[in-house]
């Protein structure tokens, strides 16, 4: 089995942007692309699979259905909307490779103009009202984006792990242009952040001039506010307990 992506109905788009959001730190690309693909109710017309996934099949009243991302469209007023998302990422470099690069050969048949990846930028502790941070892969993509309120300042992220920092870099090999919004989060493992995915999606609204109703999702940030809190109380005491012990047999 090669990562291949089945089309299940043929398409002819207008000026496509394609959008990437799966799973990752905070779940924040995988929130705000599925809350997309809800909210603009956008319609289901290929699928992706990998031998890379994780090899797991998920039940469903005893039915079981192979690991995948779904690739959906939306008819918008200039461009069109292409949203990638899924159950999982690759588990191996080389797999995120694979997929990228089917990811951008699909792209490249859909006469996609531009990409734009959805995830999260780990800050180890809560942000009260989460910036979005910017990378381009064309420095003239700043002038063009930052009047949207993304953070494109000197950072110490270093590097970008995972099909939404390599779908971007990629990109450039294509003559794609491509931009990853990352909302700031605890980055916490397991610890979904719809706030950060609050961030991103009032970002992609304004950029892509589409009108989501976001007040469902501001009811969730509600709703795990507390959880969160909690989340950073016990993980800082873990990391206090951690240290004190490190502090201890570095003395003995």
Do not use: W
Request: charged share 30%.
């Amino acid at each position: 089995m090669e990562t291949e992506i089945v089309v299940l109905e043929k398409l002819k788009l207008k000026k496509p942007i394609l959008i990437q959001g799966l799973p990752g730190v905070g779940n924040v690309g995988r929130v705000s692309a599925g809350y997309l693909v809800s909210e603009l109710k956008m319609k289901k017309f290929a699928e992706l699979y990998s031998p890379d996934f994780l090899p797991i099949v998920i039940l469903n009243e005893s039915l079981t259905h192979m690991l995948k991302c779904e690739i959906y469209y939306y008819k918008g007023k200039s461009n069109d909307l292409i949203v990638v998302t899924g159950d999982t990422q690759s588990v191996s470099p080389h797999g995120h490779y694979e997929f990228c690069s089917a990811v951008l050969d699909f792209a490249q048949k859909m006469d996609v103009e531009s990409i734009i990846t959805l995830g999260g930028f780990a800050e180890g502790k809560m942000v009260e009202k989460p910036k979005v941070i910017g990378a381009v892969n064309n420095k003239d993509l700043i002038k063009k984006y930052e009047k949207f309120d993304i953070d494109f300042k000197d950072h110490s992220v270093g590097t970008i792990i995972g099909a939404s920092g390599l779908l971007v870099g990629l990109a450039e090999k294509n003559k794609i242009d491509g931009l990853c919004l990352m909302g700031q989060t605890m980055g916490y493992p397991m610890i979904t952040d719809p706030k950060a995915a609050d961030s991103v999606l009032h970002i992609v609204s304004k950029m892509l001039d589409i009108k989501i109703d976001l007040t469902r999702l501001d009811k969730i940030v509600e709703e795990m506010e507390e959880k969160l809190k909690k989340a950073e109380d016990l993980y800082s005491k873990m990391s206090e307990d951690a240290r004190a012990k490190e502090d201890v047999r570095y003395i003995g």
